[in-house]
């Protein structure tokens, strides 16, 4: 007995060294982002930049929009604000509203003003104005620009489970609101549709 406890202690060390010991990522190389891949079934930067290309797109595109300015007049000044998450996963919206922010830069139709940057320049105000900078050269609030347009979204999820297969399904809806008037100057929405199949999985 003592025997055939020793020879399955010695199998079990001769497999825990064949295994090599904890496994870590220690081999790396550089992927295209731009590459689409589902490693699994959460919300993935691929989505996020689909979402942020069409809303870019579509809005530039949009009849209001569709023609630049004349020669000589301010482009539309848009504020991307709050993107409201309304799934059941805990996704980055801030890190979504930066990707619209900088699809909607990259068309040359509008002018862009950052939410987190506005609260950054108050306190740069305050500083300035308070002695520390040579008066002569100190910036004071009353110039900036004001907003014309105010994009808002949400974005959804359905989820369905159906044996070994699995559907999840998001929806983002985006608004631009025309401060001025209150009104909807624009809407879209991108929708999107994964399939897995539930599999082993092996070390």
């Not at 825990?16 to 190389?29: E, N």
């Not at 809005?59 to 998450?85: D, E, H, W």
């Not at 909607?104 to 500083?127: K, M, S």
Request: aromatic residues 6%.
């Amino acid at each position: 007995m003592n025997t055939r406890r020793l020879l399955l202690s010695a199998l079990v060390a001769v497999s825990l060294v064949g295994c090599g010991g904890p496994r870590a990522f220690t081999r790396g190389t550089y992927e295209d982002p731009n590459t689409i891949e589902m490693l699994g079934d959460r919300f993935n930067e691929n989505d996020l930049q689909l979402i942020a290309k069409k809303m870019a797109e579509s809005l530039a595109s949009s009849p209001r929009f569709a023609q630049p300015p004349p020669q000589g007049s301010p482009l539309p000044i848009v504020l991307v604000g709050k993107l409201r998450n309304s799934t059941s996963e805990h996704i980055d919206m801030r890190s979504l509203g930066d990707k619209i922010q900088t699809a909607l830069a990259q068309t040359g139709r509008f002018a862009l003003v950052d939410q987190q940057a506005r609260q950054d320049i108050a306190e740069e105000y305050e500083y300035q104005q308070s002695g520390y900078v040579s008066p002569d050269a100190a910036k004071a609030p009353g110039q900036q620009a004001s907003v014309d347009f105010l994009m808002t979204g949400d974005l959804a999820s359905i989820i369905q489970e159906v044996g070994r297969d699995k559907l999840v399904y998001y929806k983002m809806t985006a608004k631009l609101n025309d401060v001025r008037s209150g009104t909807i100057a624009w809407t879209d929405e991108k929708q999107i549709r994964k399939k897995f199949e539930k599999q082993g999985v092996s070390w």
